[in-house]
């Protein structure tokens, strides 16, 4: 098993409610769960602890655990059976969901089908990404998300490896006869339309290439077939805007009447994948989605994130604040200003997925927050956080100062004012470095954290 997925006895049920993620369904004994929390958190574990590559490396994507959904899937499977959990576990390929897609559309999903006790089967989806279903469990009898299942046996697997090795090399630029010569084996594979998605990856991938021999047997193969799947698609992105429009609805509603905070996100983050819209960082000279930040990435990098909270605005110290608490310039790595105190432009409250506390403080966050991801000790920043707190505005401790808006606030430096927020760990890392964004958290504080990603990066 890989030394980064914990084994059944390193994980511990969360009861505090002041921690981060005391709301994950991991609240008792691992072994009085029910299977759906059972899987739940095994995917979540899975999921934080993947780094996403569209195309990723064939010979070390389940060993570094670098990949996409069909790596992330695998690695599921592999790590039930390691647990000795679930021995009735099957890699599918699921296509055309339910009351979304037109009937003819397929597209290239891979998920795990595992079956519990009294024969009930949950499909369980460990994509390192946002999007419909994507890092849920939901037995099928209660939310079936898709039309189509194709349960992948070794034959189809082996398939699928031969071409996800050939575009691998042929993103590379690597080019040979053999890739020729597989191409003739997987051709008849492509024959079933429910493989439409795959040929879709792989003829893109060799056309963006420069494999002109390849690029010609594809043309006259499959030229046609493909701008019928291209209109398909099409089709499909003009029949779902239906639902896209109900989703926005929906979720208009449920952030006026609705408490269901973690059902907010879910449906702001469908609505933000089919839509497909996009936002980005640069981590190491990698431009990255916001979608794609895992745990695992910052845990790799030794990233933290800092907060200078409206508190320091409002006294005209954020300056000073981020000067002595971030040690040295070249330690930032990004920052974007926010306003964490009111509702985005998804009706999201950001300080609803801060902390299970966060709304009792969302008053104080309502101004100028500037979040900061840093190559920085997480020790090192909670004393520097904690002088800050303990040594400056004391003067006003206690005593009512004038808000943004003009309203009375009590002055705390221990808690409601405290004028720096700095995480513990990676896992915390990666929601906060997405405070203003909950939207994109692919990992969310509803998640359970992986136990070895709290712990830093041994060099």
Not at 156 to 164: A, E, G, V, Y
Not at 424 to 448: K, M, W
């Amino acid at each position: 098993m890989n030394s980064l997925l914990p084994k059944i006895d390193d994980l511990e049920p969360i009861v505090d409610s002041r921690q981060t993620f005391s709301e994950t369904p991991f609240i008792r004994d691992f072994y009085k769960l029910d299977d759906a929390e059972k899987l739940q958190i095994l995917a979540d574990i899975v999921r934080q602890t993947m780094i996403y590559e569209k195309i990723p490396n064939p010979l070390i994507e389940k060993k570094l655990l670098i990949g996409d959904d069909y790596t992330s899937s695998k690695i599921f499977i592999d790590y039930l059976k390691s647990l000795n959990l679930f021995d009735d576990t099957q890699l599918v390929l699921v296509s055309n969901r339910k009351n979304i897609d037109i009937n003819n559309f397929y597209d290239c999903h891979f998920s795990v089908l595992v079956n519990g006790i009294n024969n009930k089967t949950y499909l369980v989806d460990t994509t390192p990404d946002i999007g419909y279903g994507f890092g849920e469990v939901n037995e099928l009898s209660n939310r079936d998300l898709y039309n189509k299942y194709i349960v992948l046996d070794s034959n189809i697997i082996n398939i699928i490896d031969i071409i996800r090795d050939d575009m691998y090399d042929i993103s590379k630029g690597i080019y040979n006869d053999k890739q020729i010569d597989n191409y003739k084996i997987i051709r008849k594979f492509f024959s079933n339309e429910v493989f439409d998605g795959l040929l879709l990856k792989y003829y893109n991938c060799v056309f963006l290439s420069n494999f002109d021999k390849l690029k010609t047997i594809m043309k006259i193969d499959f030229h046609d077939r493909v701008d019928n799947i291209n209109s398909t698609y099409l089709q499909n992105e003009l029949y779902k805007i239906k639902t896209i429009k109900t989703w926005q609805e929906l979720l208009k509603k449920m952030t006026i009447e609705s408490s269901n905070l973690m059902e907010q996100q879910r449906i702001a983050q469908y609505i933000c994948s089919e839509l497909k819209l996009s936002r980005t960082i640069e981590i190491n000279g990698n431009v990255i989605k916001l979608n794609h930040i895992t745990p695992r990435l910052l845990w790799e990098n030794g990233y933290n994130v800092v907060v200078i909270k409206s508190s320091a605005y409002l006294m005209g110290i954020q300056a000073s604040c981020e000067d002595y608490v971030i040690s040295k310039r070249k330690d930032i790595i990004s920052s974007y200003m926010c306003n964490m105190g009111e509702k985005n432009m998804f009706g999201l409250r950001p300080m609803a997925y801060f902390h299970p506390h966060g709304l009792k403080y969302e008053f104080q966050m309502n101004g100028p927050n500037k979040v900061i991801l840093v190559s920085e000790n997480a020790k090192e920043l909670n004393e520097r956080k904690h002088y800050i707190r303990d040594n400056m505005t004391r003067i006003i401790q206690n005593h009512f100062i004038n808000w943004f808006n003009g309203e009375k606030v009590l002055w705390d430096t221990n808690l409601n004012t405290n004028l720096v927020h700095t995480t513990d760990d990676s896992v915390e890392a990666c929601i906060h470095l997405l405070s203003g964004y909950p939207e994109y958290q692919l990992f969310t504080r509803f998640n359970y954290p992986n136990p070895v990603l709290r712990k830093e990066k041994r060099k």
